[in-house]
């Protein structure tokens, strides 16, 4: 968990620290742990070196197939090497693994438009509006849901409602 932190506090640019001392010290603790093994594939992903984090990844889910994390930077892993069919497979099971989540739904319509499977694009696209929409109804300003929102209203080829949750035209009614 505490690499996981690290990890996104260094993708967003708050820490030079990016989690892989604290994924190899749970390592050492207890090598069978998945969610250690899936947090050096994230490290390893977000140090650009996608095949050895593709391979961490695999590891974690032999431990554990059902693990969020370990499916989620797996398919980040393939989407970056541009294997779509395996990073929509990854992507599609961390989506089943945590109802709630959105990204890895957005993340396969992004490797469906990748493929050209408009089908899958907008299958992909609905099914996380539908997730985004549950979300923003409890946090109207919550950003990446948005993002994703937003992002998933034009791949449905809905410009004008896109254009509604922007932020700019957010700003312009509620005049901030």
């Known amino acids: 968990m505490l690499s996981n932190c690290l990890i996104e506090m260094h993708r967003r640019s708050a820490s030079d620290d990016d989690g892989w001392e604290a994924a190899e010290r749970a390592l050492k603790l207890?090598?069978?742990?998945?969610?250690?093994?899936?947090?050096?594939?994230?490290?390893l992903c977000v140090r650009g070196l996608y095949d050895e984090g593709l391979v961490a990844c695999?590891?974690?889910?032999?431990?554990?197939?059902?693990?969020?994390?370990?499916?989620?930077?797996?398919g980040r892993c393939c989407l970056a090497t541009r294997?779509?069919?395996d990073a929509i497979r990854y992507f599609e099971q961390a989506a089943a693994v945590m109802p709630s989540d959105f990204y890895a739904l957005g993340m396969t319509l992004q490797a469906n438009e990748a493929l050209g499977d408009r089908a899958g694009e907008q299958n992909a696209a609905r099914r996380t509006?539908?997730?985004?929409?549950?979300?923003?109804?409890?946090?109207?300003d919550h950003g990446r849901a948005i993002g994703f929102g937003v992002y998933a209203?034009?791949?449905?080829?809905?410009?004008?409602?896109?254009?509604?949750w922007t932020p700019e035209h957010t700003a312009r009614i509620t005049g901030l």
């Open 83 to 85: 294997r779509f069919a």
């Open 58 to 74: 695999k590891r974690a889910l032999d431990l554990d197939p059902d693990s969020y994390e370990a499916n989620k930077h797996a």
């Open 153 to 164: 209203l034009t791949s449905l080829r809905e410009r004008e409602r896109a254009k509604e």
């Open 30 to 43: 207890d090598p069978n742990l998945a969610e250690a093994h899936a947090a050096r594939g994230a490290v």
């Open 129 to 140: 509006l539908e997730r985004v929409e549950k979300i923003i109804a409890q946090e109207p």
